[in-house]
T-cell receptor, first 115, second 113 residues
Framework: AQKITQTQPGMFVQEKEAVTLDCTYDTSDPSYGLFWYKQPSSGEMIFLIYQGSYDQQNATEGRYSLNFQKARKSANLVISASQLGDSAMYFC????????????FGAGTILRVKS | SAVISQKPSRDICQRGTSLTIQCQVDSQVTMMFWYRQQPGQSLTLIATANQGSEATYESGFVIDKFPISRPNLTFSTLTVSNLSPEDSSIYLCSYDNLNTEAFFGQGTRLTVV
């Protein structure tokens, strides 16, 4: 089974609107972390937000928030007030303590913001 | 958070040669990793760079092809050996503070001709 699943190969959003990028995960490790990264065409990986498995509150970082639903094993990224500069590839990743703390990535979602 | 620098940012190499990529962090970090991103694909872990000992390689990656060094807690290198066009990818180093952060270097875009 895939550890991290991103079911949306591509998404479009109108500038200034909010968009949700889906991510579901599969783990039996009680201690894990979930990350979201943005990868523009330059290729760099930009860290956006982190959610720990024991965190009670959903993580927020500026316009980014993580909708963490532990029972459903989902960790969706919400981007509010989309900007043209948000157009990029977005990756969800999971770190599991029992697997050496390496990151396992989803396939990614390409987001295009329309003006 | 620590600043992580990777170089070169890109290179074009002849098949059969090797490329060494350097990754420098401005403070000591516990975990450093090397990833490969093939064209149009997601990231795949090559190995965990262990300070003072041999790297731990993932299935499908071997030391002869991807030798890694980590002489101290701030620096690591990845060499991609005996290059073939199939090695054309983006290679990324990362560090993890085992807490709330896992940052990446700027990436090295390798083209093998």
């Amino acid at each position: 089974a895939q550890k991290i699943t991103q079911t949306q190969p591509g998404m479009f959003v109108q500038e200034k609107e909010a968009v949700t990028l889906d991510c579901t995960y599969d783990t039996s490790d009680p201690s894990y972390g979930l990350f979201w990264y943005k990868q523009p065409s330059s290729g760099e990986m930009i860290f956006l937000i982190y959610q720990g498995s024991y965190d009670q509150q959903n993580a927020t970082e500026g316009r980014y928030s993580l909708n963490f639903q532990k029972a459903r094993k989902s960790a969706n990224l919400v981007i509010s007030a989309s900007q043209l500069g948000d157009s990029a590839m977005y990756f969800c990743a999971m770190r599991e303590q029992e697997y050496g703390n390496k990151l396992v990535f989803g396939a990614g979602t390409i987001l295009r913001v329309k003006s | 958070s620590a600043v992580i620098s990777q170089k070169p940012s890109r290179d074009i190499c002849q098949r059969g040669t090797s490329l060494t990529i350097q990754c420098q962090v401005d403070s000591q970090v516990t975990m450093m990793f090397w990833y490969r991103q093939q064209p149009g694909q997601s990231l795949t872990l090559i190995a965990t760079a262990n300070q003072g000992s041999e790297a731990t390689y993932e299935s499908g990656f071997v030391i002869d092809k991807f030798p890694i060094s980590r002489p101290n807690l701030t620096f690591s290198t990845l060499t991609v050996s005996n290059l073939s066009p199939e090695d054309s990818s983006i290679y990324l180093c990362s560090y993890d503070n085992l807490n709330t952060e896992a940052f990446f270097g700027q990436g090295t875009r390798l083209t093998v001709v």
